[in-house]
């Protein structure tokens, strides 16, 4: 093992009140590529970030979790063993090879006009109020809605969607085990939920998402009804969750950017810019986790078998290494972020959640200006998945 | 005959191609991209779905 030429600075991450957007974490980062943490290695620059999140020595960190929990057993044990999100080597190849013509970036684009015309309804609603509480009235009701027309299901069965897929999340919080019982009956219910799907497109395959998920075949492989099912199941548990936050910060970022959200007013071809922008620099995902599959070195620090290695994307997004000029700026060319993961994990319904909200931002900016804080807001906590829980917002209704 | 173009500029190496078109695309032991320009015809349809699948949308079929 070599040693460190430079002191390592320690963070200790699963404490609440840590900040990702903190002179702590920009210290740190300044110090050193890496931070040791209480969970393990935290990687904060962005060259590093980039290699290692695709390294094929480490392979995604989260199969253990609920062991880690003291889950061992029951409907979200077994559904989460058997998911994408940890799945290795050939298990997950040949399921993503079936899940992702769906997902394709062509098909995606019939669904915009679906996309927008449901951001209007949903301003309209509360626009003449001159204020909003923008995660109950826009960021939620959008990113469900946004999923209920991906599945082909009434847009009305919303709020059903919602609350199991926020019970089902229960799952990635500290409090999972005393949850258990609740998120086991959720995904039960989401169980029922999607084979009824399933047993309806099997009977009567449409031009639908669902249907293409039905019919997906490779070489005479298809995706079983449980391997349909349970990929029905994450993409709920995948897709609600996170739109919902990264649109509460996209809207916060552009609050502490009021030019940049003028710049959005008036250029609507920069929503996919608003996006990438929003992701760089304020993403609801605010570390990867990875973990050593063997006992390697990488530059300066031996990485021991089995060491949980987070990879900051806030950090590396805003490190001033990559991007001398790290402010929100939808004009400048930045290099990639890593909101989305990256390497054979990297999140497959990006298209989708791209599309969505590069609608939903610049149509809102076209019609509420001077959108800010009037109170009330409560936040996740930065660690993991962070957002605001509530966000009531005063505006100006464009004329 | 097409051939394949992958932008190394905005390549970022993730690797999803070679989940979609194994025999076409492959990532090395360094995990970077190593890639055949010519392929069989019967490897099309794997190949748009590779071209298709790609995060940064890095890679361009040429006549």
Not at chain 1, 17 to 25: C, I, K, R, V, Y
Not at chain 1, 102 to 118: E, Y
Not at chain 1, 278 to 296: G, K, S
Not at chain 2, 27 to 40: C, H, K, S, W
Request: aromatic fraction near 8%; hydrophobic fraction near 40%; include cysteine.
């Amino acid at each position: 093992m070599s040693t460190p030429t430079v002191q390592v600075p320690y963070l200790n991450i699963s404490d609440p009140s840590f900040a990702m957007q903190s002179e702590e974490l920009r210290a740190a980062r300044e110090q050193s590529w890496y931070a040791r943490t209480n969970y393990g290695i935290a990687v904060l620059r962005y060259d590093e970030v980039s290699k290692l999140l695709k390294s094929p020595k480490l392979s995604q960190g989260s199969a253990k979790w609920p062991a880690h929990n003291g889950v061992h057993g029951g409907l979200f044990y077994d559904w989460w063993t058997k998911n994408l999100l940890v799945l290795e080597g050939e298990d997950h190849h040949r399921i993503r090879r079936l899940l992702n013509p769906a997902f394709s970036p062509r098909l995606i684009k019939d669904l915009v006009p679906r996309f927008q015309a449901l951001a209007n309804e949903l301003i309209d609603a509360f626009i003449d109020k001159g204020e909003c509480e923008f995660i109950r009235d826009f960021a939620e009701p959008y990113a469900t809605r946004v999923l209920t027309i991906l599945l082909g299901i009434p847009e009305s069965e919303w709020p059903t969607i919602a609350r199991l897929a926020s019970t089902v999340g229960l799952a990635l919080g500290v409090t999972f085990k005393q949850d258990l019982d609740k998120v086991d009956a959720a995904v039960a219910e989401l169980y029922e939920y999607a084979e009824g799907l399933i047993k309806d497109r099997q009977a009567n395959p449409g031009e639908d998402f669902v249907s293409r998920l039905v019919l997906a075949n490779r070489d005479g492989d298809r995706l079983s009804d449980e391997e349909l099912r349970n990929a029905l199941v994450l993409l709920i548990f995948g897709g609600m969750d996170t739109t919902r936050n990264q649109l509460g910060l996209a809207m916060q970022s552009f609050m502490h950017n009021p030019e940049q959200w003028e710049l959005l007013a008036e250029r609507p071809d920069l929503g996919g810019k608003a996006v990438e922008e929003v992701m760089r620099i304020n993403p609801t995902v605010t570390w990867v986790t990875r973990e050593a599959v063997e006992d390697f070195t990488y530059q300066d620090l031996f990485v021991e078998k089995g060491t949980t290695v987070h990879l900051f994307t806030q950090s590396s997004g805003t490190d001033p290494k990559a991007f001398p000029n790290p402010e929100m700026d939808l004009l400048g060319e930045h290099a990639p972020h890593y909101g989305f993961g990256g390497g054979v994990h990297h999140c497959l319904g990006h298209f989708v959640a791209r599309a969505d909200m590069s609608e939903a931002l610049p149509l809102l900016a076209s019609r509420i200006a001077n959108p800010h804080l009037t109170g009330g807001d409560e936040w996740l906590p930065d660690s993991g998945n962070t957002g605001p829980i509530r966000l009531p917002i005063g505006f100006t209704k464009r004329s | 005959m097409k051939t394949i173009d992958v932008d190394r500029t905005l390549c970022d190496n993730h690797g999803q191609c070679a989940i979609a078109a194994p025999d076409v695309f492959r990532m090395n032991a360094d995990g970077e991209l190593e890639y055949e320009a010519t392929f069989d015809d019967a490897l099309l349809d794997v190949v748009e779905e590779a071209i298709d699948v790609c995060p940064v949308q890095a890679i361009f079929l040429k006549d």
